[in-house]
């Protein structure tokens, strides 16, 4: 990927040159520490902020600038860190896991394991059908009781089969999925939210708004198949780690 570099003319970009003009740019963080910064923001601005001293507003937002000497105590390999290297971080995730307003202001679009609430999101062009992975033996207990947020503290949906099939595998080898009539489940009184271009989020969904997927065929990319392998890996070894502790 050859990290997070910025264009004197044309801003911040990802990769080896800017995609306008082909200049390669000023490093701001490479690879590596691209991807521990990523780490680094996902655990502050989703699962624990206060581990910081940083407080969220009730939708999730917090100011930029606190961030930089906030992180610099906790995490002291991060001296050259400026708001810049933050606010040219959220604009170029791929993923849109971030969302800045353009002036002071960041925060995670989903992914919350602490309570958020995410009701400001906007509801319009949100497809009729979305997806939801699950495995054979929680459908069983989804199709009686619903689906309720687990390790998260929304629901988190998907636009494609194919993307919550992915997603799926993350946890297990065969991931079930399951449709959502979101159109039925919004006139039930359920509103569903438009995290990014393909995560939606909504708060419950009633057994009665969704049935098994008609089933594809979905073939990871290398790409993901390696990041599914290290995410396994990670969670085996935090489990053995606790198990022997």
């Known amino acids: 990927m050859n990290g997070l570099r910025d264009c004197r003319e044309h801003g911040s970009f990802r990769g080896e ?26 655990g502050l601005l989703r699962h624990f902020p206060e581990r910081y001293g940083i407080k969220l507003d009730d939708h999730g937002w917090t100011k930029i600038y606190p961030l930089v000497p906030a992180i610099k105590a906790e995490k002291r390999h991060y001296g050259w860190l400026t708001a ?5 971080f959220v604009r170029t995730e791929p993923k849109g896991r971030y969302q800045w307003d353009g002036d002071s202001m960041i925060r995670a679009a989903y992914g919350h394991t602490i309570p958020v609430n995410m009701d400001d ?52 080898d065969n991931p079930e999925v399951v449709e959502i009539d979101v159109p039925e489940l919004v006139k039930a009184g359920h509103p569903v939210y438009r995290a990014t271009q393909e995560i939606f989020l909504t708060k419950e969904i009633p057994p009665e ?25 990670k969670r085996m070894r935090r489990r053995e780690n606790t198990s022997f502790d």
Request: charged residues 30%; proline residues 6%.
């Open 121 to 172: 999101l906007p509801t319009d062009n949100i497809p009729e059908k979305l997806y939801y992975q699950t495995t054979t033996e929680e459908e069983e207990f989804i199709k009686e009781t619903g689906i309720s947020p687990s390790d998260k503290t929304w629901v988190h949906l998907s636009k494609t089969y194919r993307q919550a099939y992915v997603s799926g595998l993350f946890h297990v």
């Open 17 to 42: 040159t800017c995609p306008v003009c082909g200049s390669s740019g000023k490093l701001l963080m490479d690879d590596r520490e691209l991807d521990s910064f990523g780490k680094t923001m996902a």
């Open 209 to 233: 708004f969704f049935h098994p997927a008609a089933e594809e065929e979905v073939t990871p990319t290398d790409e993901e198949r390696e990041e599914i392998e290290r995410v396994k890996e």
């Open 84 to 88: 810049h290297h933050i606010e040219a």
